[in-house]
């Protein structure tokens, strides 16, 4: 963790900051000598988003995925708890998705994967004076995909990669993640980290939690609402969400029954 700090740190003082318009050459397909080599030794964190597309597309609970194919990094200055993918302990360390031809859940594969060769920063996350969100490319040396000869602009690539919906998730959680009460060096009760990383993270298990306990009778849930969370696991994580700012730090985004 304290690596990824530095990382950070590097990419905000020192990488070129590229917007939607800006272009960039890269490639990837078998014929490329690096073909696979970027699915190895590699720390992917996985969003709530992720999860849920992982997990449905291997049709296995969300339990049965993060006992699987999860680590939970263990870090005194993280805020709430995160989850990375499991590396094969294999000799190259490889994704456990990745085949010899190429991603298994590719059409579902995690955000940053899609988004690889680009990262995006956020100045305004770690600095309330930062400036706004800019993209950089992750010129690894391992890769050879940048000398092939395809043309991209940002926006042409994140379109192609189909990362929209991806994002829109990212925001929502964002709410959650860099909440105002964890920049007042505020921290979440044990109880509390594990409801987070329930709704978060094992969504099966809080689909249970608010259909088999008392939920309904004590909040007032649109009837059109529960019959949308009860079958779609998208729509749950953001009723969860939702949820996580009403009992985590007392918003008004729920409402009690009289």
Not at 30 to 53: A, G
Not at 80 to 91: A, F, G, I, Q, T
Not at 106 to 121: H, N, Q, T
Not at 137 to 146: A, D, I, N, T
Request: glycine share 4%; net charge negative.
């Amino acid at each position: 963790m304290e690596e990824l700090q530095k990382l950070k740190e590097t990419i905000l003082a020192d990488y070129p900051r590229l917007n939607k318009e800006s272009k960039f050459t890269f490639g990837c397909n078998k014929n490329v000598s690096c073909f696979n080599k970027c699915c190895s030794d590699v720390n992917i964190f996985l969003t709530p988003y992720d999860i849920i597309r992982l997990k449905n597309r291997l049709k296995i609970s969300s339990q049965v995925f993060l006992d699987k194919y999860t680590l939970l990094p263990i870090d005194e200055k993280q805020n709430h708890p995160v989850v990375m993918l499991k590396m094969d302990n294999d000799e190259n360390k490889s994704c456990p998705f990745v085949t010899e031809e190429g991603c298994s859940v590719y059409e579902d594969r995690p955000w940053s994967c899609r988004m690889f060769p680009l990262g995006v920063a956020s100045p305004k996350e770690t600095d309330e004076n930062g400036d706004g969100e800019f993209y950089f490319l992750l010129e690894e040396s391992v890769c050879r995909g940048f000398e092939e000869d395809t043309n991209w602009t940002i926006d042409k690539w994140m379109k192609g990669q189909k990362v929209a919906e991806y994002t829109e998730m990212g925001e929502h959680f964002k709410e959650i993640s860099l909440h105002e009460y964890f920049k007042q060096k505020k921290q979440l009760e044990p109880a509390k980290l594990e409801m987070f990383y329930t709704v978060c993270y094992n969504i099966d298990k809080f689909r249970e939690f608010v259909f088999q306990s008392t939920f309904f009778k004590r909040f007032k849930v649109d009837e059109e609402i529960v019959k949308k969370i009860k079958e779609d696991d998208k729509e749950l994580l953001l009723f969860g969400f939702n949820w996580l700012r009403y009992c985590l730090f007392g918003d008004k985004t729920m409402e009690l029954k009289k």
